[in-house]
Each structure stands twice: as structure tokens, then as C-alpha cells.
């Protein structure tokens, strides 16, 4: 193995992708070459400095941004100011007819003359 | 696909308000990350993240399901990256990798980075800083492509496999080209810190 063909390698030995065979055959050639040595030891720490990079939280209002984008764009369809927690008019609807009917079951129970021919 | 984003997915695809808030408060800092990193820059991140999750609500019926809705995400978002930077690039933009003040900011408030675990006081923040910075600039010096696979892969901790679902890439250029990236990064790396 030469440098080329140990450098060539570097990536996958860092993901831990190297098969037993390749590994080995890595190892060996590290154990006995200084530069490739030198030369995976600045790879992994390029590699170590970039995982550690500090992760980048979205600013406090991002939620609130994107809402008010998808409100625009859709002329006032979505996202209306007020409305969270709104419920959908088809449960609207049931509850309404719900109540109307449990109203009309109760006058029929207790006034049972004003029953419909 | 777990039950849980199967839940989600049903009530984004009917376009459930408070499903839809929900998914941008569990994703939005993982899209934020990876599009400061793309673009280097916190006014265009914010700009460009919000746009993703824009896009996610007008074609949310188009998603299928087939991946994990993370990896539709980052597609999602890589290529608004790649779009932003186009049109920012006839305008002569660079993502420079100058980190903003409030980034710095947030950076020097922030819990001890792991970055910069081992000396305490304001030497070692400086020190932290300075990586940052020149990480950054190492990685808005590779091409938009390389740029992405190292962010992917390095930041994001992505499988090879889902790298190749988010960029469309086969798995065997995923890996060469990734590899080159890093390189690149490496020899950036060694200069600057000479």
C-alpha cells in the first residue's frame, strides 16, 4: 500500500465504513509510515472540528415568521390571527345538531301531547 | 417511517394548523443549523429556513412517505440553498464564513461548546471563537456540492445512505465526493492554522 492508496481510505476509516480486510491493511501500512500517521491524524481532527461546530438554534420568533408567510401567501386562508384552536366547522356542525336533537328528545319526554302527527 | 410521523404526516396532509406548528417546532432548529451553515449567514439562514418550511406546507400532499420526513426536509431545504445561492451568486454574494454578531454573541452566552471544554475563562472562549470561525470559512470555501455532503454528514450526523436519499446522489459518489471534501477541508484547515 502507498500514501495515495492509505489516504484514499481516511474517509471511510473515520465513518467506520472499512471492511476487517482494509482496516488491517490500513493499520499496517500506518504502523509503518509517519507521513500517512501525520497525515490521518490532521484528517480526523478536520473532521472532529467540524461535528463540533456549536449548533445554531433558529431565532425565538421563527415559528411566528413562518406562520405569518404561509398567512400571506395564502391571501388569509391559514394561519388567521385569533383562530388557534379553532374547531373545524363539521365538528361545529355535529355538536349543533347534537344538541338540537337531545333538546327535542328531552320536550318530547316531558310533553309527550306536543308530540308531531 | 415511525407511527408517530405517520400520525403527523395524516394531519400535516390535512392540513392541521396546529400539527403543522408542531412539526416546524420539532425541525426547526435542525433546518436552521444546516442552512446558517449553507449560507453563512444569519439573516439569509433565517430567510431561507423559513421558506423550507413554507414549501413543506404548500407540498405536503406530495410527500408520500417513503423516507423519514427529516431526510424530505433536508432535500427540501438543501435545494433552496442551492437556489438562494445561485441567485445571491449573480449578485456577487459569497458566503464569506465571517460569523455574525449575534451569532457571536449567542456563541459567547451559550453553555461551554464542546469545542472549548477544557480551559476555563475568556482565553478559552476567544479560542473557541476562532475554530468556529475558521471552520466556517473552511466550509464556505468548498463548492456548494462538497459543502453540502460535509454539512450532511458532519454536522447533521446522516447516514451515507440518507445522504444519498436528501442529495439524490448514488452511494458510491456520496462517498468519493465526500471524501474530497474533506480533504479540501483539511488542507484549508492547515493553512489557516499554521
Redesign the interface.
Same mark, same amino acid.
Given at each position: 500500500m502507498d500514501h495515495d492508496d492509505a489516504?484514499?481510505m481516511?474517509?471511510?476509516y473515520?465513518?467506520k465504513?472499512l471492511g476487517v480486510p482494509e482496516r488491517a491493511a490500513l493499520d499496517e501500512h500506518l504502523q509503518s509510515c509517519l507521513v500517512c500517521r501525520r497525515e490521518l491524524a490532521?484528517?480526523e481532527?478536520? +473532521?472532529e472540528? /467540524?461535528?463540533?461546530?456549536?449548533?445554531?438554534?433558529?431565532?425565538p420568533d $421563527? +415559528?411566528a415568521? /413562518?406562520?405569518d408567510?404561509?398567512h400571506k401567501?395564502s391571501r388569509g386562508r $391559514?394561519?388567521r390571527p385569533g383562530q388557534?384552536?379553532r374547531m373545524p366547522i363539521e365538528v361545529v356542525s355535529l355538536v349543533t345538531l347534537g344538541v338540537v336533537l337531545a333538546v327535542y328528545l328531552v320536550v318530547q319526554l316531558l310533553h309527550p301531547q306536543l308530540r308531531l302527527p | 417511517m415511525s407511527t408517530s410521523e405517520r400520525l403527523l404526516l395524516t394531519r400535516l396532509q390535512a392540513?392541521d394548523?396546529?400539527a403543522f406548528?408542531e412539526m416546524?417546532?420539532l425541525y426547526?432548529?435542525k433546518?436552521?443549523?444546516l442552512v446558517?451553515?449553507m449560507m453563512g449567514n444569519a439573516g439569509e439562514?433565517?430567510e431561507v429556513?423559513?421558506?423550507v418550511?413554507?414549501t413543506v406546507?404548500?407540498s405536503i400532499d406530495s410527500f408520500r412517505g417513503d423516507s423519514k420526513l427529516s431526510t424530505w426536509l433536508y432535500r427540501i431545504a438543501t435545494n433552496h440553498c442551492k437556489n438562494r445561492l445561485k441567485y445571491l451568486g449573480r449578485r456577487s454574494y459569497k458566503a464569506t464564513g465571517e460569523l455574525d454578531e449575534a451569532?457571536e454573541r449567542?456563541?459567547q452566552d451559550?453553555q461551554p461548546?464542546?469545542?472549548r471544554p477544557h480551559i476555563d475563562g475568556p482565553e478559552a472562549v476567544l479560542e473557541g471563537l476562532e475554530?468556529?470561525r475558521t471552520?466556517?470559512a473552511g466550509?464556505a470555501e468548498l463548492d456548494e456540492e462538497h459543502r453540502t455532503l460535509?454539512?450532511l454528514?458532519?454536522?447533521e450526523?446522516l447516514s451515507?445512505d440518507e445522504i444519498s436519499k436528501v442529495t439524490g446522489l448514488e452511494l458510491g459518489t456520496v462517498?468519493s465526493r465526500?471524501?474530497r471534501a474533506?480533504?479540501q477541508?483539511?488542507d484549508f484547515?492547515?493553512r489557516w492554522l499554521k
Amino acid at each position: 500500500m502507498d500514501h495515495d492508496d492509505a489516504t484514499a481510505m481516511f474517509s471511510a476509516y473515520c465513518d467506520k465504513q472499512l471492511g476487517v480486510p482494509e482496516r488491517a491493511a490500513l493499520d499496517e501500512h500506518l504502523q509503518s509510515c509517519l507521513v500517512c500517521r501525520r497525515e490521518l491524524a490532521k484528517f480526523e481532527a478536520t +473532521v472532529e472540528s /467540524v461535528h463540533k461546530l456549536h449548533p445554531m438554534s433558529a431565532p425565538p420568533d $421563527f +415559528v411566528a415568521g /413562518v406562520r405569518d408567510r404561509i398567512h400571506k401567501r395564502s391571501r388569509g386562508r $391559514f394561519f388567521r390571527p385569533g383562530q388557534r384552536g379553532r374547531m373545524p366547522i363539521e365538528v361545529v356542525s355535529l355538536v349543533t345538531l347534537g344538541v338540537v336533537l337531545a333538546v327535542y328528545l328531552v320536550v318530547q319526554l316531558l310533553h309527550p301531547q306536543l308530540r308531531l302527527p | 417511517m415511525s407511527t408517530s410521523e405517520r400520525l403527523l404526516l395524516t394531519r400535516l396532509q390535512a392540513r392541521d394548523e396546529e400539527a403543522f406548528e408542531e412539526m416546524v417546532g420539532l425541525y426547526q432548529n435542525k433546518v436552521y443549523n444546516l442552512v446558517y451553515r449553507m449560507m453563512g449567514n444569519a439573516g439569509e439562514a433565517e430567510e431561507v429556513a423559513q421558506e423550507v418550511f413554507v414549501t413543506v406546507f404548500k407540498s405536503i400532499d406530495s410527500f408520500r412517505g417513503d423516507s423519514k420526513l427529516s431526510t424530505w426536509l433536508y432535500r427540501i431545504a438543501t435545494n433552496h440553498c442551492k437556489n438562494r445561492l445561485k441567485y445571491l451568486g449573480r449578485r456577487s454574494y459569497k458566503a464569506t464564513g465571517e460569523l455574525d454578531e449575534a451569532v457571536e454573541r449567542e456563541l459567547q452566552d451559550s453553555q461551554p461548546s464542546s469545542m472549548r471544554p477544557h480551559i476555563d475563562g475568556p482565553e478559552a472562549v476567544l479560542e473557541g471563537l476562532e475554530l468556529e470561525r475558521t471552520v466556517q470559512a473552511g466550509i464556505a470555501e468548498l463548492d456548494e456540492e462538497h459543502r453540502t455532503l460535509v454539512l450532511l454528514r458532519d454536522v447533521e450526523d446522516l447516514s451515507y445512505d440518507e445522504i444519498s436519499k436528501v442529495t439524490g446522489l448514488e452511494l458510491g459518489t456520496v462517498k468519493s465526493r465526500l471524501h474530497r471534501a474533506r480533504l479540501q477541508l483539511k488542507d484549508f484547515l492547515a493553512r489557516w492554522l499554521k
